[in-house]
């Protein structure tokens, strides 16, 4: 498979191919710096950065201010992560009169990494479609239209990379094409786009090619669990479904350490679908979003807060379940992911009957630093904040579905909220970090 490069030499498939560009670039460059030229090129070949630039500056010695030189000395720098420096020498080689597009793209990579998201949008839309393919060229150029705030347009243009990979089914980088299709998918979400059933399915295509080795996996369940903060968007939570159980059936993360993200998904689908239902009260809504604070599979780290609102829940439930059991029933059958989650509950439950798991529920606070009251003072607590939980309703949030608001019933995700995409985590520590 073809490798893509930045850079003046731009593809390579092997180094003896890559030696004969090199010889055909530098055919063309000045004698007084013609060899040195080639070991540049082959020393970012075999990614030896230090010694390219020692040669570049060389170069420069001989010859100031040319514009070969002036933009590699700039891609060497931008790959050890020096943007300032790189951005100084690639804007001079563009001066000096270097037009070709590998300066213009690197230069672009440079202002991006630096959050010159304006700049680089700019630079890029003046060579936009590339002369040749070029691996950063859209997923860079997506990145900063997106930070600009411009989601539909970002998403047409990572949608170009996939555009490419369906008509060629050439792949100069499954990473690359990868986050392309994650970041379309995503913004797709976000703006309820016409196509994204399309896409979701074009991606179900994508992932049958690669090999699903741990690398993948580990990966494809960050994917899932990515696009799982798009489960606001209505429309979303169908396509997003039907990928999760692509996932399942073609047992993609089977004997992975991610296994676990597929039943963290299907929880997350239906937490958004049960905060809008109204069959369930605020109760049970707090009740199962309580019991997903718990730490699941692949997270064993859980605040003392979270198994104190747990405890707690808990404890409401055994009084609340006497007279509610028919919404506990509804919820076993409409909601099973989710139901699982409290089967070990109430297993305890029928065993200790509503008494005994009180008293159960009570000797465990007591273990708590946090607790610092008597038996009989924590228990009459605990009534009177049933109580109020009992009295307490839905409240409206509104979101955001594409360009259109609306007001749906169900809890806004606050800081110290389980994060919707499952993991066990504080919204918070998880995906509220952004």
């Known amino acids: 498979m073809a490798e893509q490069r930045e850079g003046t030499i731009t593809v390579r498939s092997d180094l003896h191919d890559y030696m004969e560009q090199i010889d055909q670039y530098t055919a063309q460059l000045p004698l007084v710096i013609r060899e040195q030229m080639r070991q540049a090129l082959y020393r970012e070949y075999e990614s030896d950065y ?73 630079l890029l839309e003046k060579i936009d479609p590339p002369e040749s393919y070029h691996p950063f060229f859209y997923t860079v150029y997506g990145d900063c239209v997106e930070n600009l705030g411009q989601k539909e347009r970002a998403r047409e243009i990572f949608r170009k990379e996939i555009t490419r990979w369906e008509e060629t089914r050439e792949v100069s980088s499954v990473d690359i094409l990868d986050g392309c299709f994650v970041r379309a998918l995503y913004l797709g979400a976000l703006t309820a786009a016409v196509g994204l059933t399309v896409d979701i399915g074009v991606y ?31 429309t979303f939570r169908i396509p997003f479904r039907s990928l999760v159980k692509e996932v399942e059936e073609q047992g993609y993360l089977l004997n992975s350490e991610q296994y676990y993200i597929i039943e963290n998904a299907y929880r997350s689908v239906e937490s958004y679908e049960y905060h809008e239902d109204n069959a369930v009260s605020a109760m049970m809504e707090s009740f199962l979003s309580a019991e997903s604070r718990v730490a699941t599979a692949g997270d064993e780290e859980q605040d003392v807060n979270d198994k104190l609102t747990a405890l707690s829940y808990e404890w409401y439930m055994t009084r609340y379940i006497e007279n509610h059991g028919e919404e506990l029933l509804y919820v076993a059958e409409k909601y099973p992911h989710t139901y699982v989650r409290v089967v070990t509950y109430l297993d305890q439950l029928q065993m200790l009957g509503p008494e005994g798991m009180r008293n159960a529920i009570l000797d465990k606070l007591e273990t708590f630093d946090e607790i610092k009251v008597p038996r009989d003072a924590l228990e009459a607590g605990m009534e009177e904040a049933y109580q109020k939980a009992l009295r307490r309703k839905k409240e409206p949030v509104y979101l955001t579905e594409g360009s259109v608001t609306y007001k749906r019933s169900g809890k806004k995700i606050l800081p110290n909220d389980p994060c919707p995409c499952g993991s066990g985590k504080k919204y918070k520590k998880c995906h509220g970090r952004k």
């Open 50 to 122: 230090e010694a390219q630039e020692s040669l570049c500056r060389e170069m420069l010695e001989k010859l100031p201010g040319n514009p070969d030189v002036l933009s590699m000395l700039g891609r060497c720098l931008l790959s050890q992560g020096r943007f300032p420096e790189a951005q100084q020498y690639l804007e001079e080689a563009l001066d000096a009169g270097d037009s070709d597009q590998n300066t213009v793209i690197s230069l672009a990579q440079a202002y991006h990494a630096q959050q010159q998201y304006k700049k680089a949008a700019a």
């Open 204 to 234: 179900k295509r994508f992932l049958t090619t690669v090999e699903m080795d741990a690398k993948m996996q580990k990966k494809l369940a960050q994917n899932i669990s990515y696009l799982s903060t798009a489960l606001p968007v209505r």
